[in-house]
């Protein structure tokens, strides 16, 4: 590697046979897994289950807890990849296509962290109980009290809206891009889902 070569930019193009390591396909298929079931869990608690039951307070319990376990595997991920280079595209994929794909990653690690950060906040404002992760206390998100006083009301809709709505669509309406994308270059002479298939 010349002095010029971050570590972290991607390998130099058409590698064949370049594949992810281990430790990156572990946590993207955990961490796409969570993100899936956290979405299941979100609209189960919030759409099927009767407000202020008890099984909307568990399944809460358990969305919290799994939101928060994505909240420091998500911090492993964005160490490690800053830390480890991906391996290069397969020569073959258009320029416009690897700044797409690109652009759909930072998308995802942004949203990735915006989500258990949001939810984090919305659950902080809370007063009573402290915060549950799977058992233990969990710290309430530092400012959170003060920012809403004295009514907490429109801070926490802010909040919910951005949780609950905007953001859960923006990562869907990604996924199905990653996906797309995924599988047409899977097919097309430029695999890439095996790069990233244990
Ligand atoms: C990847 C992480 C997360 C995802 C994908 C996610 C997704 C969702 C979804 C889909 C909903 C229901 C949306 C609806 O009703 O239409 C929801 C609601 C909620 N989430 Fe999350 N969530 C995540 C992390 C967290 C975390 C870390 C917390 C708290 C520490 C949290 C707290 C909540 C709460 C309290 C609600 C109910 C909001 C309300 O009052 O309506 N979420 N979430
Ligand atoms: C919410 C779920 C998902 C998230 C958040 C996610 C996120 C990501 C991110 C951030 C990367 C870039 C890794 C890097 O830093 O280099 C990536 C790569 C990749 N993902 Fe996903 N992903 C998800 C679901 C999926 C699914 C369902 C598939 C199956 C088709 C998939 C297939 C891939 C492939 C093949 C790559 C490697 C692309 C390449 O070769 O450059 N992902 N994903």
């Given at each position: 590697m010349t002095?010029?070569?971050?570590?972290?930019?991607?390998?130099?193009?058409?590698?064949?046979?370049?594949?992810?390591?281990?430790?990156?396909?572990?946590?993207?298929?955990?961490?796409?897994?969570?993100?899936?079931?956290?979405?299941?869990l979100g609209w189960w608690m919030n759409e099927w289950v009767p407000d202020h039951s008890s099984a909307q307070d568990s399944i809460e319990?358990?969305?919290i807890s799994v939101g928060l376990t994505v909240l420091i595997l998500v911090a492993v991920r964005i160490g490690w990849r800053l830390t480890h280079r991906p391996p290069a595209l397969p020569t073959g994929v258009a320029g416009w296509e690897r700044a797409l794909?690109?652009?759909?990653?930072?998308?995802?690690y942004l949203l990735m962290l915006a989500l258990p950060l949001t939810g984090w906040a919305m659950v902080s404002m809370h007063a009573g109980a402290p915060i549950?992760?799977?058992?233990?206390?969990?710290?309430?998100?530092?400012?959170?009290?003060?920012?809403?006083?004295?009514?907490p009301r429109p801070l926490r809709g802010l909040l919910q809206l951005v949780h609950t709505n905007l953001?859960?669509?923006?990562?869907?309406?990604?996924?199905?891009?990653?996906?797309?994308?995924?599988?047409k270059h899977q097919f097309d002479g430029h695999p890439v889902l095996s790069r990233m298939w244990p």
């Open positions: 002095s010029s070569e971050a570590p972290t930019a991607p390998a130099p193009a058409g590698q064949a046979g370049a594949r992810y390591t281990g430790v990156a396909m572990a946590l993207h298929w955990a961490l796409a897994g969570l993100i899936l079931v956290q979405i299941g319990g358990v969305h794909a690109g652009t759909g990653h930072v998308l995802f549950s992760f799977w058992g233990l206390s969990w710290p309430r998100l530092p400012g959170m009290a003060q920012l809403g006083a004295p009514n953001l859960i669509w923006v990562v869907l309406a990604n996924l199905a891009l990653h996906v797309a994308g995924a599988l």
